[in-house]
T-cell receptor
Framework: SQTIHQWPATLVQPVGSPLSLECTVE??????LYWYRQAAGRGLQLLFY??????ISSEVPQNLSASRPQDRQFILSSKKLLLSDSGFYLC????????????FGNGTRLTVT | TQLLEQSPQFLSIQEGENLTVYCNSS?????LQWYRQEPGEGPVLLVT?????EVKKLKRLTFQFGDARKDSSLHITAAQTGDTGLYLC???????????FGKGTKLSVIP
């Protein structure tokens, strides 16, 4: 069966520090991978998605970036965190196009101080 | 841009009561998905509805897709404390690989 792992679960970082969040998927090949951010337990904002190794689409211009170095690995990064980067970050995968269900990891709670 | 509006935003009810939450749009969707998210966890898919007028049941949860495929509802019968969570609806977005999410209904079931 397919599983998705996301870490760390919580993170407290000072303003201006770098960020690296990692997500890996097991049990499937060539998944579509996504990074979402959720503010205050509300709706999800799509940040990045990837349909293949090295292919990244950005939905929201900001100081975050994403990379997909391997088929089932997706990384969210920042060189210098802002206070506004605080939030709940969710990685997800799907097996098809826009109507395919998403399978989410358990998220990373990021607090920028 | 296809938007999904969910109502109510917050709902607090007693255990055993019935409730309905709504997901509305001015756009037609080819399908809609419902997710439930518990605090500190990722959303989990409950159901996908694809046909206008479709009704799907998942134990005490009944999902309906509007005839015009612009809206959907979730009805819970005899709510239990385990139903507490954030209910999100989502539909295919503008791009081929995107889902558009509503802001969710936060449900609290009080024992």
């Amino acid at each position: 069966s397919q599983t998705i792992h996301q870490w760390p679960a919580t993170l407290v970082q000072p303003v201006g520090s770098p960020l690296s969040l990692e997500c890996t998927v097991e049990g499937t090949s060539n998944p579509n991978l996504y990074w979402y951010r959720q503010a205050a337990g509300r709706g999800l904002q799509l940040l990045f998605y990837s349909v293949g190794i090295g292919q990244i689409s950005s939905e929201v211009p900001q100081n975050l970036s994403a990379s997909r170095p391997q088929d089932r690995q997706f990384i969210l990064s920042s060189k210098k965190l802002l206070l506004s980067d605080s939030g709940f970050y969710l990685c997800a995968w799907s097996g098809g196009q826009g109507s395919s269900p998403l399978h989410f990891g358990n998220g990373t709670r990021l607090t920028v101080t | 841009t296809q938007l999904l509006e969910q109502s109510p935003q917050f709902l607090s009810i007693q255990e055993g009561e019935n409730l309905t939450v709504y997901c509305n749009s001015s756009s037609v969707f080819s399908s809609l998905q419902w997710y439930r998210q518990e605090p500190g966890e990722g959303p989990v898919l409950l159901v996908t509805v694809v046909t206008g007028g479709e009704v799907k049941k998942l134990k005490r949860l009944t999902f309906q897709f509007g005839d015009a495929r612009k809206d959907s509802s979730l009805h819970i019968t005899a709510a239990q404390t385990g139903d507490t969570g954030l209910y999100l609806c989502a539909g295919p977005g503008a791009g081929s690989y995107q889902l558009t999410f509503g802001k969710g209904t936060k449900l609290s079931v009080i024992p």
